[in-house]
C-alpha cells in the first residue's frame, strides 16, 4: 500500500537529493522559479499556491503591485515549474456574479474538494481575516462567506470531510505584524457554518525556530500515519523574525490530535534567495503537490517575501525521521 493516499502524479516536478545533502527536505536547485518583477502588475511573487489540474498544474498567487499592496492572480504551468502569470489580478464575484472586490489579499492556498477548487487567503474584515472562495476553471473566482471572525491568517483546508465534516486550520491573530500565533481548528458541515473552534499546537518547545509563533503552511496531505502538514515556524531576533520550515502529523480520524512533531526545522532561511529580498530570512510554505505512487512531494514556498521557490522530500523518508525526531508539546 502506498503511504500517502491520494492520486497518482507522474509530471511532479522533481529532483533528486544531492549526494551531499543530509537533510530530509531540499531545495531545487534552479531556485528561484518566479524572480523580481516576474508580470509589469507585480513587482513580486511569493507565497503561493499551486494544485494539479488538468494534464499540468493552475494556481493562486500572491503578488505584491507596483503601490505595494497584496492581490492575487491566477497562474497556469504545464510542468509545475515555469509560471505563466496572469497579469490581471483575479476579479472576485459572488454567487450572482456581481463584483465581489478585495481590499488586500495574501498567502493564498488552493485545495480541490470533490473537482472543487477552493481557496483560502488572508482577507481584509475590518483587519486580516481569513478569505474564502472557490472557482472551477481558474477564471471564474466566486467568493464565500468568510468562514471565522478577524483576526485570522493562515487558513488551510483539509482536502476531504472528515466524519461528515469539512475541517480548516486557522492561527488567530491581531492586525499587524503578530508577536504570537497558535494553530487552532474549526469544522463545517456545509462550508459556511463553521464550530467546534479547538486547539491543535501552539509556538515554543525545546528549540528556539518554533518559539514566538506558528502557522498552517500547505493543504495537509493524508498518509497511512496520518495527516501531513507542513508548517512555518517563527523566532525572533534583534533583526526581526526568521521563518522556518517544520512539519506535524495529526491523526486521521481526528485531526485535532498531534501526534509527531519536528522538534529541529527542516528547512530554514540559508541561501541568498531566502535571506536577502524584501523582508530577509522568511521560507514560507504555501502549497505542495505529491505523487501518491512514488511518495515524491513538492512544496513550494515563498523566499524573503520576494520569490517563488520550490524544495522536495519523499514521504517515507520524512514520515520516519519526523517519528525518530519527534518533540509533542
Ligand atoms: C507574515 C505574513 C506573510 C509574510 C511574513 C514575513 O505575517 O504577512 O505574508 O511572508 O509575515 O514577512
Redesign the pocket.
Known amino acids: 500500500m502506498a503511504t500517502i493516499i491520494g492520486n497518482d502524479l507522474g509530471n511532479i516536478p522533481w529532483e533528486e537529493k544531492p549526494q551531499a545533502c543530509n537533510d530530509v527536505m531540499w531545495r531545487y536547485s534552479k531556485n528561484p522559479i518566479i524572480n523580481w518583477n516576474p508580470i509589469p502588475t507585480a513587482a513580486r511573487v511569493y507565497?503561493s499556491a499551486m494544485a494539479p489540474y488538468k494534464d499540468g498544474f493552475a494556481g493562486v498567487f500572491r503578488g505584491d503591485q507596483k503601490n505595494g499592496r497584496a492581490t492575487l492572480f491566477a497562474g497556469f504551468s504545464k510542468d509545475g515549474i515555469t509560471i505563466d502569470l496572469n497579469p490581471t489580478p483575479i476579479a472576485w464575484v459572488d454567487e450572482q456574479g456581481a463584483p465581489a472586490p478585495t481590499s488586500y489579499s495574501?498567502?493564498p492556498r488552493v485545495v480541490e474538494i470533490d473537482g472543487v477548487f477552493y481557496i483560502t487567503w488572508c482577507d481584509d474584515m475590518q483587519g486580516p481575516s481569513i478569505g474564502l472562495g472557490r472557482t472551477t476553471d481558474f477564471k471564474t473566482f466566486i467568493r464565500m462567506p468568510n468562514p471565522l471572525m478577524p483576526y485570522n491568517?493562515n487558513g488551510v483546508l483539509f482536502p476531504r470531510k472528515i466524519n461528515g465534516k469539512y475541517f480548516l486550520l486557522s492561527r488567530p491573530s491581531d492586525t499587524g505584524?503578530?508577536p504570537f500565533g497558535n494553530i487552532f481548528i474549526s469544522d463545517s458541515p456545509d462550508m459556511i457554518h463553521w464550530g467546534n473552534h479547538a486547539f491543535v499546537m501552539g509556538n515554543g518547545g525545546q528549540g528556539w525556530w518554533q518559539g514566538t509563533k506558528i502557522g498552517a503552511g500547505p493543504v495537509p496531505i493524508e498518509t497511512k500515519d496520518g495527516w501531513l502538514l507542513f508548517y512555518h515556524g517563527v523566532s525572533n531576533t534583534c533583526n526581526g523574525?526568521v521563518?522556518s520550515i517544520g512539519a506535524v502529523v495529526l491523526d486521521l480520524n481526528n485531526p485535532r490530535k498531534v501526534l509527531y512533531r519536528t522538534r529541529d526545522y527542516l528547512l530554514t532561511p540559508e541561501k541568498q534567495y531566502e535571506t536577502v529580498g524584501f523582508?530577509p530570512n522568511?521560507a514560507?510554505p504555501c502549497a505542495n503537490i505529491y505523487d501518491a505512487k512514488t511518495g515524491r512531494i513538492a512544496i513550494y514556498y515563498?523566499a524573503a517575501?520576494t520569490y517563488t521557490a520550490i524544495a522536495f522530500c519523499q514521504v517515507d523518508e520524512i514520515l520516519t525521521y519526523i517519528k525518530a525526531n519527534s518533540e509533542v508539546f
Open positions: 507565497n495574501y498567502d491568517r505584524h503578530t523574525f521563518y523582508v522568511v514560507f515563498g517575501d
